[in-house]
């Protein structure tokens, strides 16, 4: 059972990589952030809202807004939420920090430190600074680092199969 779940998620891993690649790159990292919720158990969903904020891309917003806003989650709702600075940054269950304000990590690092906050960025290094997913280009492909220590320290919890398509840190 588990070769045959493994053979189809390469094939729609293989399929998705064809598709994306006439996407946007704004499009891409919405899908895969929204299939990594998916993949990543948080500590307790009492809320009934699962909240996505995004810090700076407004092309990720606009994406991540029109495409699931509003949808449901289990017996949560995805909500979406803009953030232009560390200091407006609210509870989410995962929260995207733009290339262009990586400046403001360390600040939502600490924020978020232990609240079961999946923080996922897109620029080199910042799987080793602490991000629990890092967007990275390897041999001019999208792939994606895992930091383990640092998804531990949310209370996190991620299932082996997105760990295994996963460059571990």
């Not at 690092?109 to 079961?116: L, S, V």
């Amino acid at each position: 059972m588990k070769k045959l779940i493994l053979i189809l998620l390469a094939l729609v891993i293989t399929i998705s990589s064809t598709f994306a690649q006439d996407r946007p790159l704004h499009e891409i990292y919405s899908m895969m952030m929204f299939n990594f919720t998916r993949y990543v158990q948080w500590p307790a969903e009492n809320e009934k809202e699962f909240v996505i904020g995004v810090v700076g891309n407004p092309d990720i917003y606009k994406t991540l807004t029109t495409w699931y806003n509003g949808k449901a989650r289990g017996n949560q709702t995805y909500v979406i939420k803009s953030f232009k600075t560390a200091e407006e940054v609210t509870e989410c269950a995962v929260i995207f920090i733009d290339r262009s304000k990586t400046g403001e990590f360390d600040a939502i690092k600490n924020k978020t430190k232990g609240k079961g906050t999946l923080i996922i960025t897109a620029r080199d290094g910042y799987g080793e600074r602490g991000s629990g997913i890092n967007f990275t280009t390897v041999d001019n492909k999208l792939k994606f680092e895992l930091n383990q220590k640092a998804i531990e320290a949310s209370n996190l919890k991620v299932a082996g199969t997105l760990t295994s398509m996963a460059i571990l840190i």
